[in-house]
């Protein structure tokens, strides 16, 4: 893969498409199946929630998909790209292009202020917004100057939010992004996160425990012991201001 | 079944294994000297004492001109006198076929029918005088080795100005000649220096000394007041010419021995503290971050029931493991580092065995310390350990409050990018920690540039004295003191370019109650080739009333410019003169004190008078020169000045000067210790962050630039402190070499800086190219999933 070819993404194909996804982690008696076959296709600016007990192998697939592992094997195509033929250089190059990540316990960096935080991704990315308006798409235009230690968890879950889009990914990866939230500023988040997707037609991944988030998206993949165990796709979405808790 | 605390213990260990075993190893260096030093100061004062007391060692010397032996028998009745013995003592010249010039030989006399009561032998080999065979000998060993020469040999030597023959039937050695310079020098060299022993009867002969002896040696009972008999003493000889009687503790073998042992006592106190106290730096860095980084799970510990001193031990079992394992480490080191220096110090001096001795209670004691060391590292911990609350562990973890930190000038912060930020943010925020780091690689400087700094200053030394002070090519010194035509002979010999007298001449210094055995030298009016020099390297000036003294000498008698001595000439008429100290002069070797020739030849009465000549010579004659001199008899000794300046490299670099080498390794592997350990810190600690730098795309490059830069700003900021730490401890350094007999000049040698310098930006590239080897191998998943 040249590294333009990151540039020259055929976008008519899904955003994603994998066949018979395996990981296996460890060897002999510590061994562990985490994805035993995932068969699955994601289409482009799609908002898709996955569900499925602890340990059933989410954020393996969404560390797969994103770039921070690999799996151990099967094929998995990114638009035209095959994911799985890259190496750590290429997927660095994807990653900081591409990807927006957010995770359960928010990942900022303490020593930069909020501002600076998506100013660390905006810097380095090819074409980003500004960095105080993508604070301001998650509501935080007032807390900008704020250190990590002077936001509230929900705020400096939007931070990372505004991080993750401020280079306008293609793709974002949300896992558990609620998980350390209560329930009126985890609907805020969702609710900012459900925003981008309509905005800016970003392709959006989110791994949660709360069932009743499915409604708020295009497709509902449910897992269990490392496979797919259903999946739905919604003719009605739901605003993530309706959901109940 | 390990308890479960236990088994953490252990994982905690594996992972920190590499920091572990750095520190187990700047403690096992320090336990290592201590050890070692400890061992050596123990063998070397214990043999020392046995060797003196087995050979029966005099406690007294009185050295006369020549006395009738009756008087023996009175000083045997004084009342506070266990043993008398009067024997002879003279220089002697001994030719070897293959050497040019003549080497400086003393010949001592043993009694022919009996034992000496004191100063025995030790015979190494061959066997004891015959004493109806008057030209047998007993050789010094050390010289005997060095020249090949073995019982059964026959040699010539000059005594008197005739020359011998001699049969060597042994080969021996003597505590009062453990170390054994030429006369004038401080650094022996075997081959250019000899001692011999032969019949009283015999030698009484040579130097028209039948029913007399030249010295008195002397036992007092314990406790005994050795002012007094060395008054007595002087009283009695004064008539015989007395040259001053003095004790075993201004003997100079002795003394040698004695600065050897108290400057390894005073850098046994010095240096392991210092390595110790690194040690427990370090440990204290790493248990504290340990600590900081599982705060939760203590918190949960408690919460479990488990108590703080429970979980304190939990931590202070991990620092004993290191400190033990450490100060194990350490004692095998240090008895193999003992044993190997025991056999350099047998190159120097002589005792006919030296082994090297382990107190057990060292071991003891050095374990002892280390665990204290350790336990003051730890000692932070347990507080730490006790002021958690166990719901502190329930609370998600906050990040550390970055806006109380110094916000930089806006719009100088605006000039950098976001990693340089969290860069200086970092170091901002945790000021403590900062100096810290910074204090800690310093001192790792500090020790590498203080060591080096002695080093040139060793070398200075050298340059100093036979450069300087000494700009001949060779001294020579006469039987006794002649008449100035004698440098003009000297000067009419082929190849000598130019000569200037000097005269020796034994005093002893008196100020207030100190007291000083040593030598005036007195030099022509504006000398060339042997000068005395001020602190800036410029020639003093030496007055005609006056005396001027080095600083060594001014230091032993606290006197200063101005000060008015007392000066007791042991010479010719022994005049005691009051004079005046009218400068101090620098020198680096010995303590001598400086007069004008003239103005002293007057004080003595003796005008135009010189002991001995500096000669500069035109080397291609040197060999044809060197064979006129030897064939003098007025000449007691020719002097190669290249050759005492070899004798002196070599002591500094194969001989006790060698453990400065050890010193510098070991001070280079805690300096790169020290600045490894500080990066890794610095790694573990924000590995979270650099995993998340990595998952937003940064490149492996970047992500390093924040954790490098840091290290980067540290390194720099250390450099300065440890210039400044570096002074303080070559400053401590050479005050503990330093002694009346030779002095390190605490003088900055920039070059020592800078190589200290480089070698702490070596470390820090070093380390830094370690943890960017993991850092590239950071698993960004795993990294993420852990909390803080
Ligand atoms: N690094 C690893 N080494 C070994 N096994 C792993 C590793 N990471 C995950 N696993 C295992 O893989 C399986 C799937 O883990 P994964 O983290 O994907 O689960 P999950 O669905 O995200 O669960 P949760 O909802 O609890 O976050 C689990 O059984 C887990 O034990
Ligand atoms: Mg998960």
Redo the contacts between chains.
């Keep these: 893969m040249s590294d333009s070819a990151l540039q020259n993404l055929d976008l008519s194909l899904p955003a994603f498409a994998m066949q018979g996804l395996t990981k296996v982690f460890g060897s002999g008696p510590s061994r562990v199946e985490a994805l035993r076959g995932v068969d699955l296709t994601i289409p482009a600016a799609e908002l898709v929630v996955l569900l499925g007990p602890s340990g059933s192998g989410k954020s393996t697939l969404l560390?797969i998909l994103?770039g921070?592992?690999s799996a151990t094997s099967g094929s998995l195509s990114y638009f035209n790209l095959d994911l799985a033929a890259m190496d750590e250089?290429q997927l660095?190059?994807?990653?900081?292009?591409h990807?927006g990540?957010v995770?359960q316990?928010y990942?900022?960096?303490?020593?930069?202020?909020a501002l600076?935080?998506v100013?660390?991704?905006t810097?380095?990315?090819e074409s980003p917004m500004d960095a105080a308006e993508a604070l301001a798409m998650v509501g935080l235009e007032n807390r900008q100057h704020?250190?990590?230690?002077?936001l509230s968890?929900g705020e400096?879950q939007r931070v990372a939010i505004a991080?993750a889009i401020a280079?306008r990914p293609r793709v974002l990866f949300c896992d558990e992004p609620t998980g350390?939230l209560d329930s009126k500023t985890g609907r805020t988040v969702l609710n900012v996160l459900q925003e981008v997707n309509r905005e800016l037609g970003t392709t959006i991944l989110i791994v949660t425990h709360a069932a009743s988030t499915a409604a708020m998206a295009h497709r509902v993949i449910h897992f269990a012991d490392g496979r797919i165990s259903k999946e739905v796709e919604n003719d009605q979405v739901l605003s993530a201001a309706d959901i109940d808790w | 079944m390990l308890a479960s605390l236990d088994q953490k213990l252990l994982r905690d260990l594996w992972r920190v294994r590499g920091q572990g075993l750095a520190i187990a190893v700047v403690m096992a260096f320090g336990v290592m000297l201590m050890v070692m030093m400890d061992g050596l100061i123990n063998s070397l004062s214990e043999t020392k004492r046995s060797y003196y007391e087995r050979y029966r060692l005099a406690q007294v010397f009185a050295p006369v001109k020549r006395a009738p032996k009756h008087l023996l028998q009175q000083i045997s009745d004084w009342p506070d006198v266990t043993a008398v013995e009067g024997r002879i003592n003279g220089g002697a010249l001994i030719n070897l076929p293959d050497e040019t010039i003549p080497i400086r030989a003393q010949a001592v006399s043993l009694p022919d029918y009996r034992a000496p009561r004191l100063n025995d032998v030790y015979l190494a080999e061959g066997r004891r005088l015959d004493p109806t065979h008057k030209n047998e000998i007993l050789l010094l060993q050390g010289f005997a080795n060095a020249r090949g020469i073995k019982p059964g040999d026959h040699l010539t030597a000059t005594l008197n100005g005739t020359r011998r023959s001699f049969h060597v039937v042994g080969l021996a050695q003597a505590p009062e000649f453990l170390y054994t310079p030429a006369p004038g020098e401080i650094v022996p060299d075997d081959k250019r220096f000899a001692v011999f022993w032969m019949s009283e009867d015999a030698l009484a002969a040579a130097l028209d000394m039948d029913g007399a002896f030249n010295e008195v040696l002397l036992t007092l009972p314990l406790g005994a007041n050795s002012a007094h008999i060395l008054h007595q003493l002087d009283q009695l000889l004064m008539s015989y010419g007395a040259l001053g009687a003095y004790t075993l503790d201004d003997h100079l073998s002795n003394r040698f021995i004695s600065e050897e042992i108290q400057q390894l006592a005073n850098s046994n106190q010095v240096v392991p503290p210092v390595f110790m106290g690194v040690a427990a730096f370090l440990l204290y860095i790493v248990i504290s971050r340990m600590v900081q980084s599982e705060r939760e799970q203590i918190g949960l510990l408690k919460a479990f029931g488990y108590t703080g001193w429970e979980i304190s031990l939990h931590y202070l079992k991990f620092v004993l493991l290191i400190a033990i394992l450490g100060a194990l480490l350490g004692c095998v080191l240090g008895v193999l580092g003992g044993r190997g220096l025991s056999g350099v110090y047998q190159l120097y001096y002589k005792f006919p065995f030296l082994l090297f001795r382990l107190d057990p209670a060292t071991v003891i004691s050095s374990l002892l310390v280390s665990i204290m060391v350790a336990c003051t590292g730890a000692a932070w911990v347990v507080q730490r350990v006790f002021a958690l609350t166990p719901a502190q562990a329930m609370r998600?973890p906050?990040?550390?409050?970055?806006?109380t930190s110094l916000r930089f000038g806006q719009g100088l912060l605006a000039k950098f990018?976001?990693?340089t930020?969290?860069v200086l943010?970092?170091l901002n925020?945790h000021p403590l920690k900062t100096l810290m780091s910074i204090s800690g690689i310093a001192l790792g400087m500090a020790l590498s540039a203080g060591m080096l700094n002695v080093l040139s200053a060793f070398d200075r030394t050298l340059a100093f004295s036979f450069e300087q002070v000494d700009r001949s090519d060779l001294n020579v010194s006469f039987v006794e003191p002649l008449g100035p035509d004698s440098l003009y002979y000297l000067a009419r010999l082929p190849g000598v370019l130019a000569v200037e007298g000097v005269r020796d001449v034994p005093a002893i210094f008196h100020f207030g109650r100190e007291r000083y055995r040593g030598a005036v030298t007195a030099l022509t009016p504006a000398p060339q080739l042997f000068r005395a020099l001020d602190k800036h390297s410029q020639p003093i000036a030496l007055p005609q009333q006056g005396i001027v003294l080095s600083k060594a000498l001014a230091g032993q008698l606290k006197v200063q410019t101005g000060d008015t001595l007392l000066v007791d000439i042991r010479q010719g008429r022994r005049p005691k003169l009051p004079i005046q100290v009218a400068a101090i002069a620098e020198t680096m070797t010995g303590a001598p004190a400086y007069m004008d020739l003239n103005a002293l030849n007057r004080l003595m009465f003796e005008p135009g008078r010189v002991s001995g000549a500096h000669l500069r010579i035109d080397m291609h004659y040197a060999q044809d020169l060197y064979a006129k001199l030897k064939d003098m008899p007025a000449i007691a000794s020719v002097n190669l000045k290249n050759q005492s300046r070899q004798a002196m490299e070599k002591m500094m670099d194969e001989g006790a000067g060698a453990t400065r080498y050890v010193m510098m390794i070991i001070a280079a592997v805690i300096t790169f210790g020290i600045v490894y350990n500080s990066a890794r810190i610095a790694f573990a600690e924000r590995a979270?962050?650099l995993a998340?730098?990595?998952?937003?795309?940064?490149?492996?490059s970047?992500a390093a630039f924040v954790l490098l830069g840091e290290l980067g700003i540290i390194t720099l900021l250390a450099i300065p402190l440890g210039c400044a730490f570096g002074y303080g401890l070559s400053a401590l350094i050479s005050a503990g070499f330093s002694n009346d007999l030779y002095q390190v000049p605490v003088t900055v040698v920039p070059t020592a800086y800078g190589s200290a310098a480089i070698a702490v930006l070596l470390a820090a590239l070093g380390s830094g190219f370690l943890i960017k080897r993991d850092l590239d191998r950071l698993d960004?998943?795993g990294a993420?999933k852990t909390?803080e």
């Design positions: 560390n994103g921070l592992d250089r660095t190059q994807y990653r900081r292009q990807i990540f995770f316990f990942n900022l960096m303490p020593s930069l202020t600076e935080n100013q660390l991704v810097e380095i990315a704020h250190f990590p230690a002077q968890g400096q991080r280079k350390a | 998600p906050t990040p550390t409050d970055f806006s990018d976001q990693p930020r969290m943010r970092t925020r979270r962050d998340s730098l990595r998952v937003m795309g940064l490149t492996k970047e960004l998943v993420l909390r």
